[in-house]
């Protein structure tokens, strides 16, 4: 059994955790743009209608037969902007850094993301993933990869 984070295409059956861990609180904080309790039926259609976008690509993590979490890709232009999501119960033992990094290794593209500058782990586990900080707008960090050989 491989110990390392590995990913597959969300379904729609994986609505139920994915809701769960949008909806936590910490994970709101950290959300960018909307930081409101999602209801039930509104993320059903929003998952239904990102696993018909070509434009955005929506992963679930797993590790050792657990789902620990999920990425997301979102073109943009040339590049993807990535974000992620560590389940609660596999918070704060190293997991993340390695869910960010697995992550980009895995999905072949340039890659950017922007993370909340008090997003303490997450701008950790970006470093740690090798993205670089290319600048600031606002409150928000702004982080980038650059693969050779890749454009989107
Ligand atoms: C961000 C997230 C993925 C990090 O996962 P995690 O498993 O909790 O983090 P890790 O254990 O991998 O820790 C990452 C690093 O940040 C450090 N860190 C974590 N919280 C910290 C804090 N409050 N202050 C200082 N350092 C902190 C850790 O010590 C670790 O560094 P180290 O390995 O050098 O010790 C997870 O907390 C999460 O899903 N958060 C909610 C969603 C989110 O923020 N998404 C990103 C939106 S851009």
């Given at each position: 059994?491989?110990?390392?984070?590995?990913?597959?295409?969300?379904?729609?059956?994986?609505w139920?955790?994915?809701?769960?861990?949008?909806?936590?609180?910490?994970?709101?904080?950290?959300?960018?743009?909307?930081?409101d309790?999602?209801?039930?039926?509104?993320?059903?259609?929003?998952?239904?209608?990102?696993?018909?976008?070509?434009?955005?690509?929506?992963y679930?993590?797993?590790?050792?037969?657990?789902?620990?979490?999920?990425?997301?890709?979102?073109?943009?232009?040339s590049?993807?902007?990535?974000?992620?999501?560590?389940?609660?119960?596999?918070?704060?033992?190293?997991?993340?850094?390695e869910?960010?990094?697995?992550?980009?290794?895995?999905?072949?593209?340039?890659?950017?993301?922007?993370?909340?500058?008090?997003?303490?782990?997450?701008?950790?586990?970006?470093?740690?993933?090798?993205?670089?900080?290319v600048?600031?707008?606002?409150?928000?960090?702004?982080?980038?990869?650059?693969?050779?050989?890749?454009?989107?």
């Open positions: 059994m491989s110990l390392k984070v590995n990913f597959y295409a969300a379904k729609f059956e994986d139920k955790l994915l809701l769960d861990w949008r909806n936590d609180e910490l994970a709101r904080k950290n959300s960018l743009i909307n930081m309790v999602i209801e039930e039926e509104a993320h059903k259609k929003w998952l239904k209608a990102t696993l018909e976008n070509p434009d955005r690509r929506i679930l993590a797993y590790k050792t037969g657990d789902k620990i979490g999920t990425v997301r890709f979102d073109r943009n232009g590049s993807w902007e990535m974000s992620w999501n560590l389940a609660p119960e596999f918070r704060g033992r190293g997991l993340g850094k869910l960010v990094r697995e992550a980009c290794l895995f999905f072949p593209g340039n890659l950017t993301a922007q993370i909340k500058e008090d997003n303490v782990a997450s701008i950790e586990a970006a470093k740690y993933a090798g993205l670089r900080n600048g600031k707008k606002g409150l928000i960090t702004l982080w980038e990869l650059k693969k050779e050989n890749h454009n989107a």
